[in-house]
Structure formats: C-alpha cells, structure tokens
C-alpha cells in the first residue's frame, strides 16, 4: 500500500474536522455547553481525546469554530447591492433565508439561543458576533431611514427581537408553531 497524497491527508482532515463540528454541535445543543467535556464529544466523535487537540486548541475554541461556521450562513441572506439603498426585496430575501436556516440547522439554533442567556459563555465569541449583528443592524436600519422611519433604529432592533421571538418558540415546539404563517405577517410589515 503506498503512502497517502497531501490532497488524501487533507481530505481526511477535513472529514475529521467536519465530524468533530457536527458531534460537538449536537452535544452542546443537547446538553449545553459547560456539560458537555471534550471527553464526551471525543468519544461520541469516535476519536481519542488528544486528537480533538489536533484539530482544536481548546473547547472554548471548538466552541467558536461551530457557532461561527454556522452563524456565517445568516449574512449569506443578508445580499445588499448598495448598504445606502436598501431594498425590500433584499430585505426579504433575507428574512425568508433565515427562516429556513431555522428549520434547517435547528441544533445550530438551540445551542445559538442557549448562548445567548449565558453572558459568560456569549462571551467567548468575542467580537465577532458583535460584528455579524452590526452588518445586519446597519442594513434593515437604512432600509427603515429610507421609508422615512423616524426611529428607524428602534424598529430595526425590533424586527430583530422579533426574529429572535420566534426561532426560541419554533425551536420549542417545531411541530406545532404556525412559522409560515409568522413569516408572511413580518414581510407583510415591513
């Protein structure tokens, strides 16, 4: 048997890497993260606890890498052709995106939702997640300031706590939460 090529080595990392991602998501959604050990994404991940340092410095960095992978899929709603002119329609285009990353990645936003009622470990994102949130906060507010809102920032911050409303109830009982039908009255009050 011949040795591995670089691309076979890489290929594997990556699979490892995206193995250790999913296991750790799932557990830190299920369990939250400061019960959830490295111990028990490893083994549930089918790898010895020193490997997890291989792809990995630490939880805390394990942490980040699976929150921002998956929080970087809300600005891939978020296509504004011009931050000064802002449309409806991006706007929508956005909303309608979010929404299905809600139904898609519902272990993404237990565990996004968990974090956010824990200062301490909302924390370890740093300002990164600060500066997500920003892009989002700057483009629905020009949306409102050009519809002439006089407090356009109150209704952006609004729209957000409503976004926000509504993927903790959906999250909660998924089968029973009329989400389409909150979807259309949101865009309907745009």
Not at 26 to 54: D, R
Not at 147 to 168: H, P, S
């Amino acid at each position: 048997m011949s040795p591995r090529t670089k691309e076979q080595n890489a290929a594997i990392r990556g699979e490892k890497e995206a193995l250790i991602l999913e296991t750790a998501l799932g557990l830190f959604a299920k369990n939250g993260y400061l019960s959830t050990p490295v111990s028990l994404i490893a083994k549930e991940a089918g790898i010895s606890k020193g490997l997890m340092y291989n792809y990995f410095k630490s939880k805390e960095d394990l942490l980040q890498k699976v929150v921002f992978d998956k929080a970087d899929l809300f600005l891939d709603f978020l296509v504004i052709d011009d931050i000064n002119n802002v449309t409806k329609q991006e706007i929508i285009n956005f909303i309608e995106g979010n929404f299905s990353l809600l139904v898609n990645e519902q272990a993404f936003f237990k565990l996004y939702f968990s974090l956010l009622v824990q200062p301490d470990v909302y924390s370890l994102m740093g300002s990164e997640m600060m500066k997500m949130f920003e892009e989002i906060i700057v483009a629905i507010n020009n949306y409102y300031e050009k519809l002439g809102f006089e407090n356009a920032y109150i209704k952006t911050r609004y729209l957000l706590a409503v976004f926000d409303g509504v993927g903790m109830h959906y999250i909660v009982d998924p089968d029973n939460f009329p989400l389409e039908d909150v979807k259309k009255m949101i865009i309907e009050q745009l």
